[in-house]
């Protein structure tokens, strides 16, 4: 997995990350937890989730990664968590 796609995701599924220096680890692992819920949004096998799978809805039909639909798929997720529409 390609390092800035991680972090692309990180920024994408949280909109208040800051530069500040995060002393205790509170404010990473609350990044951390929030990129996993809309993760298992996306797909997972639970009740609430999307169940969205990634070969059809992020690779194209000749196998190749698009990264701009996944970022927008997690920017969706976030809009509705952000707003309660789920």
């Known amino acids: 997995m390609d390092l800035q796609l991680i972090f692309d995701v990180l920024i994408y599924s949280n909109p208040n990350i800051s530069d500040e220096e995060d002393t205790d680890g509170k404010s990473t692992i609350d990044i951390l937890a ?8 996306i797909n997972l096998k639970e009740p609430g989730s999307l ?5 059809i809805y992020f690779y194209s039909k000749k196998g190749n990664f698009k990264p701009a639909n996944f970022y927008a798929i997690i920017l969706l997720i976030r809009e509705l968590k952000q707003k309660k529409s789920f």
């Open 34 to 41: 929030n990129t996993k819920k809309i993760l298992q949004i």
């Open 51 to 55: 169940g969205l799978h990634p070969i």
